[in-house]
């Protein structure tokens, strides 16, 4: 059978649903509830098309082509549909993507990654994941008035985590002897200042192969950029000391680098006098960054989820509120895609946010991330099921069916909601 879709003529296949026709045409139509070869049921409405004959925009997940249609798969109206369908599973949603502490933090330290590695007593990878992002981590933590701290969902709980507490302890467990220069790409890099935003430049070039010469006017590195009298000199002593051990070179001379002895030479200029996002600054000169991915969050806990979590988590340790799933999840892919802002959705949500039932293995689910999209309830025999009907349904698993559960259902989840650890 011949039917159109955006004014191209396109043969179908027996069997194939409209969703299935557009991709293989190479259409770009985002799904969530559907999964080929699994059994579903369409609930998203994320992957709605137009008839334009007709006018109708339905779920292409489920419908079958019929001779004569003209499918529209790109207009405003379809993209309208499909943005409501979003910020409406959004609006019941309560987690989030990153972590608060990140999102404050100017530097956009991955403050919950650390906090795990921390835990699990995996020093040197803190210490990597500190110094790709902060390159100079303890300094910014006696100058920086710690937002991360301020924001920390655990403070709404009982006490926030001394977030640059930790940080200071691992930089000082640094052992200088592991410092070593990255492998050399052929090229070279000056850097212009001694700044945060110069190290940083300096540390993301130096990183990529290049070698690096950093020009300085005055006789001492960083501290006329900074309140250097708040910073222990021997923590100053010890960040430079880790630039140089990689291999960047300083000199001090009032002269501007030659441009024919490099292949690029790099001036920051800050737009900012804040030493973290000044180091934010100098990283993206050097790297080119992807756009920032969309970040569902949702605002402070309720006495109940405080209660629950006073009785499931240890009183000092960090929440880990960041998403295990953000890399794989569906529903964050597409809200990226369409530009969805957390805050064009009002949001309300009958589930507890940080609430997560362990099924074993280290599997989990956690309600509060689900779309009810059912393809966890359909191919699962004895697992999941729902409960209720209408506004008030959810998703359970009932504790005796944990058992049944398996690692193909985790890949079907859209969503964080169905995880492994
Ligand atoms: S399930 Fe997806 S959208 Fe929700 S918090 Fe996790 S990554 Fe973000
Ligand atoms: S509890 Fe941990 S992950 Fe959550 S905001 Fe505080 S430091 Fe960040
Ligand atoms: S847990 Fe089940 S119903 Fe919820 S989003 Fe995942 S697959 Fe869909
Ligand atoms: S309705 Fe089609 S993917 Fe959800």
């Not at 790109?74 to 502490?101: F, G, K, N």
């Not at 009002?346 to 989990?364: C, N, T, V």
Request: net charge neutral; aromatic share 6%; glycine share 4%.
């Amino acid at each position: 059978m011949k039917i159109q879709i955006n004014n191209k003529e396109v043969e179908t296949l027996p069997g194939e649903t409209l969703l299935e026709t557009a991709r293989r045409e190479g259409y770009n139509i985002p799904s969530l509830c559907y999964a080929k070869e699994a059994k579903h049921k369409s609930s998203c409405m994320v992957c709605a098309v137009r008839n334009v004959v007709t006018g109708q925009i339905f779920p292409s997940c489920t419908t079958l082509p019929v001779e004569s249609m003209q499918i529209d798969t790109e207009s405003p109206e379809v993209i309208h549909t499909r943005t409501l369908s979003l910020e409406l599973l959004l609006s019941d949603h309560r987690a989030d993507c990153e972590a608060p502490c990140k999102t404050a933090c100017p530097g956009n330290m991955d403050v919950a990654a650390m906090n795990r590695l921390y835990d699990q007593n995996r020093t040197d990878e803190a210490l990597t994941l500190l110094r790709d992002t902060l390159v100079i981590p303890a300094t910014l933590c006696y100058i920086c008035n710690a937002p991360c701290e301020k924001i920390c969902r655990k403070g709404d709980v009982n006490t926030s985590v001394s977030i640059r507490e930790i940080k200071k302890k691992l930089v000082a467990a640094t052992d200088l002897n592991k410092i070593l220069p990255p492998v050399p790409n052929g090229k070279k890099a000056a850097v212009n200042g001694s700044g945060p935003a110069s190290l940083s430049t300096a540390y993301h070039l130096c990183q990529q192969g290049y070698a690096v010469t950093i020009y300085e006017q005055f006789e001492s590195i960083l501290s006329p950029y900074i309140p250097a009298d708040q910073v222990p000199p021997e923590i100053l002593r010890l960040e430079i000391e880790v630039l140089i051990r990689m291999g960047i070179q300083f000199k001090h001379t009032p002269e501007a680098p030659s441009p024919t002895g490099y292949d690029t030479i790099i001036t920051p200029q800050p737009k900012t006098k804040q030493p973290a996002r000044l180091v934010l600054e100098g990283h993206r000169l050097a790297v080119q960054q992807p756009p920032v991915p969309f970040n569902s969050t949702y605002n402070r806990f309720t006495e109940a989820e405080k209660a629950h979590i006073r009785q499931s988590y240890n009183s000092s340790r960090c929440l880990y509120c960041d998403c295990d799933a953000k890399a794989g999840c569906r529903l964050r892919l597409h809200a990226t895609e369409y530009g969805i802002k957390t805050t064009r959705y009002p949001k309300s949500s009958a589930s507890e946010a940080l609430h997560r039932q362990e099924i074993g293995r280290g599997m989990y689910f956690e309600p509060a991330k689900c779309i009810k999209c059912g393809l966890c309830v359909y191919n699962s025999a004895n697992g999941f099921t729902f409960k209720d009907r209408g506004f008030i349904m959810q998703v359970v698993l009932p504790e005796e069916n944990a058992e049944n559960i398996n690692e193909q259902l985790i890949a079907l989840c859209p969503t964080g909601a169905l995880n492994q650890r």
